[in-house]
T-cell receptor, first 112, second 110 residues
Framework: NAGVTQTPKFRVLKTGQSMTLLCAQD?????MYWYRQDPGMGLRLIHY???????AKGEVPDGYNVSRLKKQNFLLGLESAAPSQTSVYFC???????????FGQGTRLTVV | KNEVEQSPQNLTAQEGEFITINCSYS?????LHWLQQHPGGGIVSLFM?????KKHGRLIATINIQEKHSSLHITASHPRDSAVYIC????????????WGAGTKLIIKP
């Protein structure tokens, strides 16, 4: 039982490049989330999904897109990376909206 | 004003000391979470509670719904407890999205 797995763990992008972060969970959870964590700030919600085929905007969605084509996967895309998107990204999942949260190990993204 | 506030922001203590981290919130909640993040590491859920008290090993979490306040206690603290401790609430008013505190950085010196 792997829990929540994020790939990749590290990535360096040039400004304007695109990439996709993958989050996979094997707990059959309905809810999945993408957060970013910046120094001195709490986690901020980028997008979330309450079930397969659904997505919704969080607190800081601009510059990101997501897809949840399969229940176990939640993809975060950056179409044109900017230095302001340098951050650590965490994926999380919960069985329902107010149950225990399980997190991936994080992806450290640097945009130069 | 942040909806979830933690105190202190930073805490340094000697090994063996009793540690208390506080969390106050201003929204209606269905649950409150305490999580731990080691330097450069992932985030691990410690407790989820909606009333009363929970204990796991040397960690104790309490919540007072009327006062909208929770505390995380660590007994007989150890250097391996050094981490950032984060409080988050499942808000009933925002589709159960988690609202996060800024975290408390705890350093336990040997």
């Amino acid at each position: 039982n792997a829990g929540v797995t994020q790939t990749p763990k590290f990535r360096v992008l040039k400004t304007g490049q695109s990439m996709t972060l993958l989050c996979a969970q094997d707990m059959n959870h309905e809810y999945m989330y993408w957060y970013r964590q910046d120094p001195g700030m709490g986690l901020r919600l980028i997008h979330y999904s309450v079930g397969e085929g659904t997505t919704a905007k969080g607190e800081v969605p601009d510059g990101y897109n997501v897809s949840r084509l399969k229940k176990q996967n939640f993809l975060l895309g950056l179409e044109s990376a900017a230095p302001s998107q340098t951050s650590v990204y965490f994926c999380a999942s919960t069985e329902q909206g107010d149950t225990e949260a399980f997190f991936g190990q994080g992806t450290r993204l640097t945009v130069v | 004003k942040n909806e979830v506030e933690q105190s202190p922001q930073n805490l340094t203590a000697q090994e063996g000391e009793f540690i208390t981290i506080n969390c106050s919130y201003s929204v209606g909640i269905s649950a409150l979470h305490w999580l731990q993040q080691h330097p450069g590491g992932g985030i691990v859920s410690l407790f989820m509670l909606s009333s009363g008290k929970k204990k796991h090993g040397r960690l104790i979490a309490t919540i007072n719904i009327q006062e909208k306040h929770s505390s995380l206690h660590i007994t007989a603290s150890h250097p391996r407890d050094s981490a950032v401790y984060i409080c988050a609430v499942s808000s009933m008013d925002s589709n159960y999205q988690l609202i996060w505190g800024a975290g408390t950085k705890l350093i336990i010196k040997p």
